[in-house]
């Protein structure tokens, strides 16, 4: 079983954010035969006041911490956002701040972005693709943009076939990937920390 | 069961009424507070150790001798005594001086601090806060053992044929705890050396300190201490009582709301439900601290958190006279009665003698 993590931090409801991430969800399971893949969604919005506390106190709600899990378990993540003042929505980030630093790490993850114009589509690129290259996360290299505008038109190289685009680089990556297992802390004993300090000098 | 209070010796502007006590106001209501714990039958008393405002406490063992003289019987203790900035060998002679005047009423707890830019203060590197802790550890550890000692490191000059002075009262050194809030290096150590360790346990919710002390008791048990079960364990808590809960609710819910740490955060109901945090009345104060022992086993020293956030002295101390006759008088009675076989006592001076007495005896 694959397990497929969606993070979309719409804000309206209904909210064109979550129509494109459940439409990559629905893309990607196809690529991968649906009946061996799970999609968890976790919707952002509903969360907004326990991240903000998150921030303040260092830790997670029980509901948010199950989103955090959600997130760190899955094999893949498909993460949405919509495009605000440039960028992605501070709600997105600060998700993203307050899960752990490694939880990524060598997961394959698809972006997208929605907007109301198409010319903040290089914020996937300059904003969301960076942020989770920091994470270590490995992003699939089609980016998709939803304009507002996309919804509206046809087949061709369209909102559609980017979608399938996107969703095929995800399924391929992880039909490909070994699954997914939880980082185990590493003690280092005692006597090797000692032992790391002992100075050159002495013999 | 030793049961105390610790505090950070902050100084918080009352958000009830605007008034912010002086430097000299927080400082003597700290030794006030101090006093009063013996007064009403606690066992320790810990002051923090900060150089940055809003906190006063720099100077631990000047505030501590101060405390030894006016007491009989209360254990005066550190959280934290920062062993990452301060000289080992300054540390070793403090606190054995401070043994002595106080007829050997002192432990102390081993941290790294709260702040970052507290390195430079000192003439260290943050990049180094472990390695410190370890290194700088291992020299203080020495220096109360060992009459003469040769020694070279990374991060202080090096000795020779130095002895740190007074020697420990009776030749034991003070007991030590290892605190820490998130390194697992820091249990490691702990256990490494059989010393103490406590979880601060105050704003966080359980499962996090659950999973240190796991491995410190582990560890304990790995290198020879005695079983997981006999590991010495200190915990925070942090409570606000009266005796009818919706008036502490009440009262505490300003402090709350505008507290250094997580003011302007979660409300006071979630903040309770997912930490340590009670308020309420003396009973529920008794009920969520017997919790404590079902997440983390039996354990030596419990030390709660009562003065901050702009508390007023008069209210504290009011705290501390509930504290000390309703709720930790019930603590010690139901703690003994679920106490399972063989763990091992709060560490006291007369019982660190008897246990190198006997050792001796031994050979």
């Keep these: 079983m694959t397990v497929i993590a969606v993070v979309s931090a719409g804000l309206s409801q209904p909210s064109s954010t979550r129509l494109l991430a459940d439409r990559l969800a629905e893309a990607a399971g196809r690529h991968l035969a649906a009946e061996t893949t799970e999609i968890r969604v976790v919707e952002l919005r509903g969360l907004a006041v326990d991240i903000a506390n998150n921030l303040v106190t260092g830790f997670p709600s029980p509901a948010l911490k199950e989103a955090l899990e959600t997130v760190e378990r899955a094999d893949g993540l498909i993460a949405v956002t919509p495009i605000f003042t440039a960028s992605y929505s501070g709600l997105f980030k600060s998700f993203f701040d307050v899960l752990d630093n490694t939880a990524l790490q060598g997961t394959p993850v698809l972006i997208a972005a929605t907007g109301g114009t198409a010319r903040h589509s290089l914020a996937l690129e300059h904003a969301l693709r960076p942020m989770f290259t920091y994470l270590r996360a490995v992003v699939v290299p089609t980016a998709v943009y939803a304009a507002s505008e996309d919804w509206g038109a046809t087949s061709g190289d369209g909102l559609a076939s980017r979608i399938d685009r996107a969703a095929g680089e995800l399924a391929a990556l992880l039909s490909r990937a070994a699954p997914k297992r939880p980082a185990e802390a590493t003690l280092i004993p005692f006597e090797q920390q000692l032992a790391a300090l002992r100075p050159f000098t002495t013999g | ?363």
């Design chain 2, 1 to 363: 069961m030793q049961f105390g209070i610790f505090t950070v010796g902050d100084v918080t502007t009352d958000p009830t009424n605007g008034t912010t006590p002086t430097e000299a106001e927080r400082i003597k209501a700290m030794v006030t507070i101090a006093l009063k714990a013996e007064e009403v039958g606690l066992d320790v008393f810990a002051t923090g150790e900060h150089h940055n405002p809003p906190f006063v406490p720099s100077s631990p063992t000047t505030m501590l001798g101060y405390i030894a003289a006016k007491t009989d019987k209360l254990i005066l203790s550190t959280s934290t005594t920062l062993i990452t900035t301060n000289d080992p060998v300054k540390i070793a002679e403090d606190y054995a001086m401070l043994q002595h005047l106080a007829d050997g009423r002192v432990d102390l707890m081993m941290g790294r601090g709260n702040t970052g830019p507290v390195y430079p203060w000192f003439g260290q590197d943050i990049r180094n806060g472990i390695p410190l802790a370890i290194e700088n550890y291992a020299l203080l550890h020495r220096l109360w053992r060992e009459d003469v000692v040769d020694w070279e490191g990374n991060f202080r000059t090096p000795l020779q044929g130095f002895t740190s002075t007074p020697r420990p009262l009776d030749g034991v050194p003070p007991f030590v705890w290892h605190g820490s809030i998130r390194s697992p290096e820091i249990a490691e150590q702990a256990a490494y050396y059989g010393d103490g360790f406590f979880a601060n346990n105050i704003f966080w919710p359980k499962e996090h300190f659950a999973r240190l002390i796991e491995l410190y008791r582990t560890r304990f048990a790995y290198y020879g201490h005695g079983t997981p079960d006999q590991a010495i364990v200190g915990l925070g808590g942090q409570a606000f009582m009266r005796k009818n809960s919706q008036d502490a609710v009440r009262e505490f819910r300003p402090y709350f709301d505008k507290a250094p740490v997580y003011g302007n955060g979660p409300s006071l109901e979630d903040f309770t439900e997912q930490t340590p945090l009670t308020v309420g009345s003396p009973q529920e104060v008794i009920d969520k601290t017997l919790t404590f022992r079902d997440s983390f086993g039996d354990y030596q020293r419990q030390l709660f958190l009562m003065d901050h956030a702009g508390l007023p002295l008069k209210t504290v101390l009011e705290q501390l006279d509930l504290l000390g006759e309703e709720v930790v008088p019930v603590l010690r009675k139901e703690f003994a009665a679920r106490r399972k076989q063989g763990v091992a006592e709060a560490p006291t001076h007369a019982a660190l003698v008897q246990k190198r007495d006997a050792a001796l005896v031994a050979g």
